[in-house]
């Protein structure tokens, strides 16, 4: 289990996020090859990163973790489950660029609020989450 990799492709993602903002401000539909092409590659990120949580760090802390770690766990993994719906959803709706064209507003409204749930929960997980599996 490797929590620096792990917070490596957080980083990855919080710049893809940061990437998509900038060229959402700068027009979706003039951006939207690009938008889509970033879209595709941070899933791509997204997903190793969930396996890597789902076959080593959860199993691991239900393994060889105390009692409040597992609990604390647990929690994050259940919430984990609805910001992993929505973003598959936002991704598979916005991973072409036709699907972008002339959709501005809905794009950014659906970035805007899908984003921002995986952005705050990579937060919590670097501030809250990792620190206690390090000390494991």
């Given at each position: ?100 064209m002339g ?5 950014r409204r ?17 501030k809250d ?8």
């Amino acid at each position: 289990m490797n929590i620096d990799k792990m917070k490596s492709q957080h980083v990855d993602i919080l710049e893809k996020i940061s990437f998509l903002r900038q060229l959402s401000l700068a027009g979706v539909s003039a951006n939207a090859q690009e938008i889509a092409t970033a879209i595709v590659s941070m899933s791509a990120i997204i997903k190793t990163h969930l396996s890597a949580e789902d076959q080593f760090l959860y199993p691991h802390i239900e393994q060889d973790g105390n009692n409040a770690l597992r609990q604390v766990s647990t929690k994050f993994k259940r919430e984990m489950a609805d910001i992993v719906s929505e973003y598959e959803v936002f991704s598979r709706r916005w991973n072409i660029a036709s699907k972008l064209m002339g959709n501005d507003d809905a794009f950014r409204r659906d970035a805007n609020n899908v984003l921002r749930k995986v952005y705050e929960r990579m937060q919590r997980e670097n501030k809250d989450f990792y620190p206690l599996v390090e000390r494991m």
